[in-house]
Protein backbone atom coordinates (compact mmCIF):
# COMPACT_ATOMS: atom_id res chain seq x y z
CA UNK A 1 0.00 0.00 0.00
CA UNK A 2 1.61 3.68 -1.11
CA UNK A 3 1.22 5.60 2.50
CA UNK A 4 2.52 9.26 1.25
CA UNK A 5 3.20 11.25 -1.77
CA UNK A 6 6.90 10.11 -2.18
CA UNK A 7 6.22 6.83 -2.50
CA UNK A 8 3.24 7.70 -5.09
CA UNK A 9 5.74 9.53 -7.19
CA UNK A 10 8.33 6.80 -6.76
CA UNK A 11 5.34 3.94 -8.13
CA UNK A 12 3.98 6.73 -10.76
CA UNK A 13 7.99 6.60 -12.16
CA UNK A 14 8.01 2.86 -11.63
CA UNK A 15 4.79 1.72 -13.27
CA UNK A 16 6.62 4.26 -16.60
CA UNK A 17 9.72 2.35 -16.76
CA UNK A 18 7.99 -0.97 -16.17
CA UNK A 19 5.53 -0.44 -19.59
CA UNK A 20 8.87 0.88 -21.29
CA UNK A 21 10.73 -2.24 -19.83
CA UNK A 22 7.25 -4.46 -21.15
CA UNK A 23 7.57 -2.72 -24.81
CA UNK A 24 10.86 -3.80 -25.23
CA UNK A 25 10.47 -7.06 -23.93
CA UNK A 26 7.22 -7.87 -26.57
CA UNK A 27 9.46 -6.05 -29.11
CA UNK A 28 12.90 -8.57 -28.34
CA UNK A 29 10.32 -11.61 -28.53
CA UNK A 30 8.85 -11.22 -31.18
CA UNK A 31 12.06 -10.41 -33.31
CA UNK A 32 12.98 -13.81 -31.64
CA UNK A 33 9.79 -15.47 -33.62
CA UNK A 34 8.02 -16.31 -30.92
CA UNK A 35 4.35 -16.99 -31.30
CA UNK A 36 1.59 -14.56 -29.98
CA UNK A 37 0.22 -17.48 -27.38
CA UNK A 38 4.18 -17.63 -26.65
CA UNK A 39 5.08 -14.00 -25.97
CA UNK A 40 2.23 -13.99 -23.49
CA UNK A 41 2.75 -16.89 -21.63
CA UNK A 42 6.31 -15.39 -21.11
CA UNK A 43 5.28 -12.28 -20.15
CA UNK A 44 2.38 -13.20 -18.12
CA UNK A 45 4.02 -12.75 -14.95
CA UNK A 46 4.87 -9.17 -15.67
CA UNK A 47 1.86 -8.10 -17.09
CA UNK A 48 0.67 -9.49 -13.54
CA UNK A 49 3.43 -6.98 -11.63
CA UNK A 50 2.11 -4.07 -14.08
CA UNK A 51 -1.66 -4.78 -13.08
CA UNK A 52 -0.32 -4.76 -9.60
CA UNK A 53 1.56 -1.45 -9.61
CA UNK A 54 -1.71 0.44 -11.68
CA UNK A 55 -3.78 -1.16 -9.09
CA UNK A 56 -1.48 0.39 -6.35
CA UNK A 57 -1.46 3.64 -7.84
CA UNK A 58 -4.93 3.62 -8.50
CA UNK A 59 -6.05 3.21 -5.19
CA UNK A 60 -3.85 5.64 -3.89
CA UNK A 61 -5.18 8.47 -6.37
CA UNK A 62 -8.89 7.04 -5.17
CA UNK A 63 -8.46 7.57 -1.48
CA UNK A 64 -6.44 10.90 -2.29
CA UNK A 65 -9.92 12.04 -3.42
CA UNK A 66 -11.41 11.09 -0.25
CA UNK A 67 -13.32 7.70 -2.32
CA UNK A 68 -13.65 5.11 0.81
CA UNK A 69 -14.51 0.90 0.17
CA UNK A 70 -16.92 0.02 2.70
CA UNK A 71 -15.48 -2.66 5.62
CA UNK A 72 -17.52 -5.74 6.76
CA UNK A 73 -16.55 -6.59 10.55
CA UNK A 74 -13.46 -4.28 10.56
CA UNK A 75 -11.33 -6.14 8.57
CA UNK A 76 -9.97 -3.61 6.47
CA UNK A 77 -10.18 -1.22 9.56
CA UNK A 78 -6.27 -0.37 9.93
CA UNK A 79 -6.20 -0.10 5.80
CA UNK A 80 -8.98 2.40 6.16
CA UNK A 81 -7.31 4.28 8.40
CA UNK A 82 -4.13 4.73 6.71
CA UNK A 83 -6.60 5.87 3.84
CA UNK A 84 -8.04 8.65 5.65
CA UNK A 85 -4.66 9.98 6.95
CA UNK A 86 -3.98 10.11 3.17
CA UNK A 87 -7.13 11.63 1.84
CA UNK A 88 -6.85 14.37 4.94
CA UNK A 89 -3.62 15.25 3.71
CA UNK A 90 -1.82 14.33 7.08
CA UNK A 91 1.87 13.17 7.00
CA UNK A 92 2.54 10.09 9.77
CA UNK A 93 4.88 12.77 11.44
CA UNK A 94 1.87 15.29 11.90
CA UNK A 95 -0.26 12.51 12.88
CA UNK A 96 1.83 10.92 15.57
CA UNK A 97 2.00 14.99 16.66
CA UNK A 98 -1.64 14.82 17.74
CA UNK A 99 -1.73 11.96 19.32
CA UNK A 100 1.15 12.53 21.61
CA UNK A 101 3.21 9.40 19.95
CA UNK A 102 6.62 8.88 18.09
CA UNK A 103 6.43 8.99 14.21
CA UNK A 104 8.38 5.37 14.35
CA UNK A 105 5.33 4.17 16.10
CA UNK A 106 2.69 5.62 13.50
CA UNK A 107 4.84 4.32 10.97
CA UNK A 108 5.76 0.94 12.60
CA UNK A 109 1.12 0.50 12.91
CA UNK A 110 0.97 1.69 9.50
CA UNK A 111 3.25 -0.91 8.30
CA UNK A 112 1.00 -3.87 9.83
CA UNK A 113 -1.81 -1.84 8.73
CA UNK A 114 -2.70 -1.31 12.76
CA UNK A 115 -3.25 -4.94 13.16
CA UNK A 116 -5.14 -5.64 16.61
CA UNK A 117 -5.57 -2.25 17.19
CA UNK A 118 -7.92 -1.72 20.35
CA UNK A 119 -11.45 0.19 19.68
CA UNK A 120 -10.03 2.63 22.25
CA UNK A 121 -7.15 3.40 19.82
CA UNK A 122 -8.95 3.38 16.80
CA UNK A 123 -11.15 6.38 18.33
CA UNK A 124 -8.00 8.14 19.52
CA UNK A 125 -6.51 8.15 15.90
CA UNK A 126 -10.02 9.04 14.04
CA UNK A 127 -10.43 11.59 16.40
CA UNK A 128 -7.34 13.02 15.68
CA UNK A 129 -7.62 12.45 11.71
CA UNK A 130 -10.89 14.56 12.43
CA UNK A 131 -12.71 11.66 11.07
CA UNK A 132 -15.68 9.30 11.67
CA UNK A 133 -16.59 6.11 10.98
CA UNK A 134 -20.65 5.29 10.86
CA UNK A 135 -21.31 1.37 11.38
CA UNK A 136 -24.56 0.04 10.44
CA UNK A 137 -25.60 -3.62 11.90
CA UNK A 138 -27.21 -6.05 9.22
CA UNK A 139 -27.96 -9.78 9.25
CA UNK A 140 -25.25 -11.64 7.87
CA UNK A 141 -26.54 -13.18 4.34
CA UNK A 142 -27.35 -17.04 4.03
CA UNK A 143 -25.13 -18.89 1.82
CA UNK A 144 -26.98 -20.14 -0.73
CA UNK A 145 -27.70 -24.17 -0.31
CA UNK A 146 -26.17 -26.24 -2.87
CA UNK A 147 -28.35 -29.28 -4.38
Do not use: C, W
Amino acid sequence: MIKNEREYQEMVRRLEQDKKFLEEQYKGLKEMGLTEEQIQRAMEPSYSFHEQLKEEVAYYEKIKRGEFEAITNFEGLGRLIIAMRISQGISQKELADRLGVSESLVSRDEKNEYHGITVERANRILNALGMVIISQVQDKPKDPVTV
